[in-house]
Structure formats: structure tokens, C-alpha cells
């Protein structure tokens, strides 16, 4: 069966760094995406990656590795307002988007 | 209104109740997509659209039964829902054979089954 597998919760301190980790086991790989939900709001798109690498925007950045089926979303200068759940997503071989659970995470002062 | 707008927010409905959920996206894509999320889980698909017609259906109970009339209307018909039905119900839509072609979310309706 297909899976994404990311941990359910995270605390790390205003202005500090912290990195979400995404690895997933999907039938075909057609692009990963990471987004971010605020508690009873809509979740927001923050990054695509189809490519093996590093994409930065801003604060974020996400990373991909295919060959391990593996994800990270590293979060820079924290900031309160960046509490939330970050959602992963991986686009599968019939283009459907498979999703992870999300984690929740928690910005202390 | 901008976006993809939802209506209701919040619906509260008996088990023997007909209600319908609501969405619009003015983003001119040419997909639409309900999901359901309950707390703790990943983001169900429930149905897709892509110009008008269905092209997903994931073994989702006949108690709902979307409509898609056209490329920026979708709506989700409810009746004889169980209480297990109780999640946030999320529209969102897409411009599909694009290059990245991410999805655009609306805010959801709440949806409590008594």
C-alpha cells in the first residue's frame, strides 16, 4: 500500500531552526508537495519538489531525496505565528496526491 | 471573493437529514476535489473533477453524492450520514497539466452528524 509517514508533533523555540522529516512509499513518484495548515483554517501550499535537492523560499526550505523516498522541511528564524500543522504530499503515478498525517507544531516563546 | 470559497462553515445535522455542502473557486482552474479530514488522520480524497466530469470515486459511501454543474461549482449532497461522518469537509481545486499545479484549499465546513 501506499504511505507517508511524518511525526505527529514537534516544540522547538521561537527563532530557532527545526526540520520536519516526510518519507513516503507511493506506486510512482510525480512530485512532493508540503503545506501548511493553521488550526480551523485551510491549508496553504508552501513547496514542490520533483527534483532531488534543496528549494528555499525565504524561511522555508524543502529537500528531496528519491532514491531513499525521503523529505525534509527546514523552518528558519521560528517565529509563533508558524504554529501549525505542515502537511506532506506526494504526487503517485496516476497524478492523485497521497497524504501524511501531519505534524503539529508547537512554537515556544 | 477570491479563492475557493465553502458554505456552509459549520453544519450540524441529524442521521435522517438532507444537507448539501457548497463550493466555488474563482481561480479559473479546471479541477475541483472534496476531501475529508478527521483530527489526527491524512486528508481523505473522496471525489475528483477534472472539466466537468468525475474521474475519481475512492470507494466513498453512496450517502454522498457530489455535483459538479460546471468547471467552477461543486457540491457535496448529504442524506442519511452516520455519526463517524463528522469531520471537516475540504474543497479544493487545481489547474491539472500545468507544471507544478499545486491545490488550492477553502476554508471547509464542519461538519457535526447527531
Known amino acids: 500500500g501506499q504511505n507517508i509517514d511524518q511525526p505527529t508533533e514537534m516544540t522547538a523555540t521561537e527563532g530557532a531552526i527545526v526540520q520536519i522529516n516526510c518519507t513516503y512509499q507511493?506506486?510512482?513518484?510525480?512530485?512532493l508537495f508540503w503545506y501548511q495548515q493553521h488550526a480551523g483554517e485551510a491549508p496553504t501550499f508552501l513547496s514542490y519538489?520533483?527534483l532531488d535537492g534543496l528549494e528555499e523560499k525565504g524561511r522555508f526550505s524543502s529537500f528531496l531525496s528519491r532514491s531513499k523516498g525521503y523529505s525534509y522541511l527546514l523552518l528558519k528564524e521560528l517565529q509563533m505565528k508558524d504554529s501549525a500543522s505542515y502537511l506532506c504530499?506526494?504526487?503517485?503515478?496516476?497524478?492523485?496526491?497521497?497524504w501524511g498525517a501531519g505534524t503539529k507544531l508547537i512554537i515556544k516563546p | 471573493e477570491t479563492g475557493v470559497t465553502q458554505t456552509p462553515r459549520h453544519l450540524v445535522m441529524g442521521m435522517t437529514n438532507k444537507k448539501s455542502l457548497k463550493c466555488e473557486q474563482h481561480l479559473g482552474h479546471n479541477a475541483m476535489y472534496w476531501y475529508k479530514q478527521s483530527a489526527k488522520k491524512p486528508l481523505e480524497l473522496m471525489f475528483v473533477?477534472?472539466?466537468?466530469?468525475?474521474?475519481e470515486n475512492n470507494s466513498v459511501p453512496s450517502r454522498f453524492s457530489p455535483e459538479c454543474p460546471n468547471s467552477s461549482h461543486l457540491f457535496l449532497h448529504l442524506h442519511t450520514l452516520q455519526p463517524e461522518d463528522s469531520a471537516l469537509y475540504l474543497c479544493a481545486s487545481s489547474q491539472e497539466y500545468g507544471e507544478v499545479y499545486e491545490q488550492y484549499f477553502g476554508p471547509g465546513t464542519r461538519l457535526t452528524v447527531t
Open positions: 504530499a506526494v504526487r503517485d503515478s496516476n497524478y492523485q496526491l497521497i
Open positions: 473533477y477534472n472539466f466537468k466530469e468525475q474521474t
Open positions: 507511493t506506486s510512482g513518484f510525480n512530485g
Open positions: 519538489n520533483v
